[in-house]
């Protein structure tokens, strides 16, 4: 919707003519007077959590707005959050198991070990699985959760990998403008560039993205028609929706993308569905790694309210035997509940703790590290009963020109903290230097 359109919506709502409000995250906050029903679908979509200022999670506003007006709360999915799951086995709320309705499962799912594979992008038997799946005339889907050409960059003369000039970040290299690319800050180069150490030209590019999957596919299977989705391809909704109803009206059979191509599937039933590289969530230093990595490959094995199940999927990975693929694979989402959540509890995460992650950023390194420091030995002086990981550098230590450091408070009742917090953001907000980024619950931890 363009703005207009929000508006005209929003005004019936307010006005009572319009009874049921339905939309993405921000439609929490609809004007619905007194609500007497909120249904989160799919609520273990990490994208209900807003990663900008407010930072608010759907779920705990929808529970909030149910203890202010006496609503009640749905949280429906095929496979919940740990944390949801947690509260409904221990009783926070009623669990409710539907079984009617549930979908017939005849897809085959094999897990690819590419370790040993001369390509990790194009295992054998996926090019034997896409050849089949072409002779038969079925529509293809291969997911690749990196966009661009190659994600990587390498100086070929001193080894020194490539980063962005304004963020600590990988740059990558995108066909067919041979340009270089940050997919964080959006700098772009359509020059060659010199590594920043030796001042050599001589570039290597590593990895796969969309782009380079593309070709990849031209090449083997060539006068096969494609359609690729992602974000440097798709700009609008218009050329969205344009791309999809050309792959609807077949006008090419296969269709490759993102994960943003799970957001908008064609109503069709896929002869493979391929995923490129399973870790590239399951590696993020997050301790949601495995739970985002199990979300994901649930859905795409076709057990999601949406998708139509293919008839093969295929799973590529360096660590077949993990218990997010594993459990994907085999659509057991108990089985993948009590090991995670086991190791949450070992480690003393979420359900079982409460989490603050507190970034602060400025452009002078120096700087931004005393004043985290300091802000950390005032918490710790202050609050002897929780545990206070930090400072340390941000996972993204520098971004768009600023250094970041950051601290995790982690305990079971922070309520407490939250006051000190709000002292401390008052504070920061006077100092023009650094700023403060307070994040409670935070769904991840870049």
């Not at 979300?295 to 949406?306: E, M, N, P, V, Y």
């Not at 507190?358 to 802000?375: C, M, P, T, W, Y």
Request: proline content about 4%; glycine content about 6%; overall charge positive.
């Amino acid at each position: 919707m363009n703005e207009k359109e929000r508006f005209e919506e929003w005004s019936r709502i307010h006005l009572g003519k319009a009874k049921i409000a339905i939309g993405t995250r921000s439609a929490v906050f609809a004007p619905v007077n007194a609500p007497g029903l909120i249904v989160i679908d799919e609520e273990s979509e990490f994208t209900y959590k807003s990663e900008q200022t407010p930072k608010y999670h759907v779920r705990e506003v929808a529970i909030f707005f149910a203890k202010e007006f006496g609503s009640k709360v749905i949280l429906s999915s095929s496979n919940p959050s740990i944390e949801s799951f947690y509260g409904a086995k221990t009783g926070d709320y009623l669990l409710k198991e539907e079984t009617a309705g549930k979908k017939e499962m005849n897809t085959e799912i094999s897990i690819v070990d590419v370790k040993e594979e001369s390509s990790r992008q194009l295992s054998l038997q996926l090019k034997e699985e896409i050849g089949k799946a072409l002779a038969a005339k079925e529509p293809i889907m291969l997911v690749q959760n990196r966009r661009g050409y190659a994600p990587f960059l390498a100086c070929n003369s001193c080894g020194n990998s490539l980063e962005c000039p304004n963020c600590s970040l990988s740059l990558a290299y995108h066909s067919p403008d041979s340009s270089i690319r940050c997919h964080r800050c959006g700098f772009i180069s359509l020059q060659k560039i010199a590594c920043p150490k030796c001042f050599s030209y001589s570039i290597n590019y590593f990895g796969a993205g969309t782009q380079k999957i593309e070709s990849e596919i031209g090449k083997l299977f060539q006068g096969i028609k494609t359609i690729r989705i992602d974000k440097d391809n798709i700009t609008s909704k218009k050329s969205a929706n344009i791309a999809l109803e050309a792959f609807v009206e077949d006008e090419a059979q296969i269709l490759i993308g993102t994960q943003m191509v799970l957001k908008a599937l064609p109503k069709k039933k896929f002869g493979l569905v391929a995923v490129i590289s399973a870790d590239a969530s399951l590696n993020c230093p997050d301790f949601r790694a495995a739970e985002s990595t199990f979300d994901f490959l649930f859905q795409i094995t076709g057990r999601s309210a949406d998708f139509i199940p293919p008839r093969k999927v295929i799973i590529q990975t360096l660590n077949p035997s993990h218990y997010a693929i594993t459990c994907a694979a085999e659509g057991d989402y108990k089985k993948f509940f009590e090991t995670e959540i086991q190791s949450r509890r070992d480690f003393g995460y979420p359900p079982f703790s409460s989490l603050i992650n507190i970034v602060l950023s400025g452009k002078d390194k120096e700087n931004v590290h005393q004043k985290a420091r300091d802000f950390c030995g005032e918490l710790k002086a202050g609050y002897k009963c929780i545990e206070i990981l930090g400072p340390v550098r941000a996972p993204v230590e520098k971004l768009k020109g600023m250094a970041r450091y950051q601290m995790l408070i982690k305990g079971k009742d922070l309520d407490m903290i939250k006051v000190r917090l709000k002292d401390g953001i008052k504070e920061f907000a006077k100092d023009k230097e650094v700023r403060i980024s307070v994040d409670v619950d935070p769904a991840n931890l870049g």
